[in-house]
Each structure stands twice: as C-alpha cells, then as structure tokens.
C-alpha cells in the first residue's frame, strides 16, 4: 500500500475543499452542509467491500449490513433534502396570489 | 496492479464531487451541483458493486433497499424547521456506518499503518455518532439545550479522550495482544463523545454541527488510508475541510474562539446576572405597528431562531408582500449564527418563497441601518444586542451584531421579557424609539399583515 501518495491525495483534497467551500454563500450553508454530510456518506464503499467479500465472517457481515443500512439512509435523505431545499431558492418569481 | 473498471470510475466520482461542490457557490448553479455530487455517488456504488471481491450481492441489495426505504421519508417528509435535526441524526448514521466498517476491519486482524488509520476512523466515527445523537436531542428539546457544566469538567473531558488515544496507542503497538482493549477504546470514544456536547448550549450548535460534519468526513478519509482507496480519502477530506472552515465561519461571526465555543458553557454563567429589576419598555398593538411600517419607506425584518420555533416564515412572507404591495422597500437581514444551524434562516425564508436576493448577510446590510426607517426582529436577541459592541463584560462582547439600534424605528416581536437564550439582557429593549410587539411571532405577524393590507384601502 501507498500511503504516502495517499497523504498527498488528502492534502490536495483537503485544500481544495477549503477553497471552494469559503467561496460558497452564506445564503446556502445549510444546503452545502446537506451535500457535504451526504458525500460523507462515502464510507457506503467501504461497507459495500466488507459485506460483500468472499468469506467475511459474521461479524464482517452483521457490521457490514448495519454499515450499508446507515450509510444509505444518509446518503438518500442527504441528497434529497439538499435538492428539496435548493428548490425553494428562487431569485423573484411571478407573482402569486 | 491488476486493471479493474472501478479505478477509472472512481477517478470519475471524485471528479464529481469537487464539480458538485464549485457549482455550490452560487444559487443559481447549486442544483447542477447537487446532481453532479448525486452522479457521483451513483458512479462509486455501482463501481464499487463490480470490484471483483465484491461476490455476494444479497445482503448488500437489502441493506441498500433498507437505507433507501428509511431515507426516503425523512428528506420528503421533514419540516424546513427541523433541517437541523436531520442533519444531526444523518451525520449519526454516516459516522456509525464508518464506525462499524473499521471495526470489522480491525478484527480481520490488521497491522501497522492501517491499525492506526483504523484507530482514528473508529475514534472520530464512534464520538461522532453520540454527539451527533446528543446534538439532536438538545435541538429537539428531549434534552435540555441550556449547556450543562460542572467544576473540572474540561480535565475531566480532556482525561476521558486522553485514555481512549492511550488506548488507541497500545493497540496500534500490539494489535494481537493488546485486541483486549478495543471495547473498552469504543466505549471511551462514545462516552467522549456525550461529554462533548454536554456543555454546549443550543446558540453554539451551528459551530456544532458543522464541526461534527467535520468529524464525520475526517472519519470516512482515515477509512479511505485504511482500506488503501483514494476516493474516500477525497471525498472525506473535501466534507472534513467543508465541515471545519464552517465551524470557523461560525465561531468568527461570534467573535469567540474554538476553544470557547467547545468548552465555555456559554450561557451558564450569566444566568446569575440576569435578575435586575424590570425596566420600562414601550409596547404597541398590531394596529399601531402596522400603520408605522405602512407609512415607512424602507424596513428591513430581521429573523432569528423565535420565528423558527413559532413557523413564523410563511405570515413574514405574506407581511413582506404586503408592504412590498404599499411600495415600502423591505429587506431581510441575516445573522451568520442566527438559528440552530449555518444558513438556517435563508433556508426558511427561501420556503416560504421570499426571493433570496432580499437576503442580505450582515456586512452589507450594516451600512444600510441608519438610513433604515424601521427594523422589525422576529425571535432574535442577542444577535442584535448593542452590549456586544458596548459592554466589554457582556459574555457576547466582540460579538458582530446587526446594527438595529442605529435605525429610526425598531420592533420587537417578543413572547415576554424574558432574556434570550444566552440569559443576557438586551439594552435594545428599552431605547426610546423601540417598540415591544408582544405575542405569539405567527400570530402577531398574521394580524400586521391584515392591517397593513386593510391600511391601504
């Protein structure tokens, strides 16, 4: 394994999230908090790997199954929420009533 | 190295993901970027579902089925008050997933580098889970969200995290003999993490929350070290680094430190100072209000966390149309901490369909309030209280607040007197030229509206 160039890949990253995310308007941090909170839930592919191996034990398994079951959940109310919210931001619309 | 699709594909979601995150910056582009991180993440399951150790697919299905059957509702179902909440029970849910994978990892018997990157992710994963489960509670009100402190309580906290990293520590050292100690490593872990929120009351919990997002990301990358895969370390360190520089907005739009904000019991200690004597406010009727904001030219409505507990946005929006309607210039003045959460109220106001060009942050609007004829607050206090800038004292001193004081007229929409939330009085409250609205914040706005509107025939 490789983590050196796995640090180099973190530092990137981690830079490059600080610079987009400052640029990001106060007008929409609680929908960025939603998408970075579903992007979290990433770690899907790693309970994906370990549910799915060939002879996982059982607790492999028994984690594994929880780990999907909560990954999933934040990654389908994450990715919803964010998108119900963004809906709603709308700059002037005709008018109603 | 054995070619396989998923390295290409996951380079692909990667990729994904910081679009979804630049097109963010704007309104306008923001649900181009939710799709893009949703493509994203699509790409990475189902390549995830091709890698060649990936065999037994039942489980899996179900478990994706389960999560999506339990997500499904909580997005379409919940209130734009309660975002918050959701977004602490989700942050929950992602850490215990990251949580549990590095358990089973450890106990495939891992050694070196990846037992350490392991140690961080089960250690972040695990205090996250209880704090975000402890910041739910506080936000829902199971708890109380005043912050609770005791004497030592910083060295007590500080002792209970040192001893997990012991732990932590002595298993990276021996993974075999030492093994012994993990359960009691995740047990320190999550009580460190009830610990945590224990002292925080309910006006931190923007720095909170978005600080445990933080957690969760930094979680999922030192996942990403310990299974050797790069995308998670990206997209963990892209929430990681989102989830902090949030926190350190938060905590510079309260002029306090990190520190202060994790172990300051903010609020505790100026509950003693509260009891003075009452002063005499002046207070109004809905009738006498309306006809002032009818004959202003210019208000600006100031929104804090009252007009979410009294879902008072929908009347604000009929009020704003109203006097938009009498040709009075109305604006809404937003406080970076206003709320539970970073952006709570521009979210709420967005739902009840206020164009999001009338919001205007803090920096901008200050300069416009001496020329402001009259301010209205709903459920706000201390972000307008003038003792942050006057009072050296005052626990929010140094704060940046919103310049209220400086217009001509200022409401208050206000159930009572009571202090707000962090117990401090508010020298706003007995100005010459304020005006109490006392009343429920809905209730009271809904009668403003329907005079303003009959005002005008």
């Given amino acids: 394994m490789n983590y050196e160039f796995g640090f180099y890949v973190f530092m990137l990253a981690a830079f490059l999230g600080f ?20 992007i979290a839930s990433i770690s899907v592919v790693g309970a994906i790997i370990l549910s799915g191996e060939k002879d ?33 931001f709308k700059k002037r619309e005709p008018g109603r009533k | 190295m054995n070619f396989e699709i998923y390295q290409p594909l996951y380079i692909l979601a990667a990729f994904c993901f910081i679009f979804g995150l630049k097109n963010m910056s704007s309104p306008a582009t923001a649900r181009r970027g939710v799709i893009s991180a949703e493509l994203g993440m699509l790409i990475a399951v189902v390549s995830t579902l091709l890698r060649h150790e990936v065999v037994s697919y039942e489980w899996i299905i179900i478990g994706l089925l389960v999560g999506t059957v339990i997500g499904i509702p909580i997005a379409v179902l919940m209130p734009m008050t309660a975002v918050p909440q959701r977004t602490a029970v989700s942050q929950a849910c992602g850490a215990l997933a990251s949580a549990l994978i590095g358990t089973a990892e450890f106990y495939k018997g891992q050694h070196g580098f990846t037992v350490a990157a392991l140690m961080l992710e089960t250690l972040l994963g695990f205090l996250t889970v209880t704090a ?6 506080k936000l829902q009100e199971f708890l109380p969200g005043r912050p609770i402190t ?46 945590l929120i224990v002292p925080i009351g309910g006006a931190d919990m923007p720095t909170v929350i978005a600080l445990l997002n933080s957690y969760a990301g930094l979680s999922a990358c030192a996942m990403g070290f310990a299974l050797d895969n790069k995308l998670l370390i990206i997209a963990g360190a892209l929430d990681g680094s989102s989830g902090f520089i949030l926190s350190i907005i938060m905590c510079r739009a309260m002029n306090r430190s990190f520190s202060n904000v994790l172990f300051g019991g903010f609020g505790q200690v100026v509950a003693a100072v509260a009891g003075k004597e009452a002063r005499p406010v002046r207070s109004a009727t809905p009738e006498e209000a309306a006809e002032i904001l009818g004959d202003a030219r210019s208000v600006v409505i100031i929104p804090g966390y009252g007009m979410a507990v009294a879902q008072a946005q929908h009347k604000i929006r009929e009020l704003y149309d109203a006097l938009i309607k009498r040709g009075v210039d109305v ?30 942050e ?19 206090n201390d972000i307008v209280n003038p003792a942050a800038l006057n009072d050296p004292t005052s626990p929010i001193a140094g704060m940046p607040i919103l310049d209220a004081y400086k217009s001509r007229t200022v409401m208050i ?3 009572g007197m009571s202090p707000g939330f962090a117990g401090i009085d508010n020298e706003l409250y007995y100005m010459d030229k304020t005006l109490m609205l006392f009343g429920d914040a809905k209730s009271f706005v809904a009668s403003l509206v329907k005079e303003v509107s009959a005002n005008h025939n």
């Fill in chain 2, 150 to 195: 005791f004497k030592g309580q910083l060295f007590f906290n500080l002792g209970i995290l040192g001893l997990a990293i012991a732990f932590a520590i002595g298993i990276v050292v021996d993974p075999v003999g030492n093994a012994g100690l993990y359960p009691y490593f995740v047990a320190l872990a999550l009580i460190f993490g009830v610990l």
């Fill in chain 2, 362 to 380: 803090m920096e901008d609007i200050n300069g416009e309030m001496a020329m402001t004829d009259v301010t209205l607050i709903v459920g706000a």
């Fill in chain 1, 56 to 88: 996982a034990s059982t607790l492999s398994r028994v984690l594994g199954f929880i780990a999907v079951v909560s990954a999933t959940t934040n990654l389908v109310s994450g990715y919803l929420i964010t998108d119900r919210m963004l809906k709603m």
């Fill in chain 1, 19 to 38: 610079e987009l995310i400052r640029k990001v308007s106060p007008l929409l941090h609680t929908p960025l908090m939603s998408l970075t909170n579903a």
């Fill in chain 2, 132 to 137: 975000s489960l402890m910041a739910w509670g």
């Fill in chain 2, 413 to 415: 929409i206000k159930r």
């Fill in chain 2, 331 to 360: 604006k809404f003045a937003i406080h970076p901490v206003a709320g539970r959460m970073p952006g709570h109220m521009n979210v709420l106001l967005a739902e009840a369909d206020v164009p999001y060009d009338k919001l205007i």
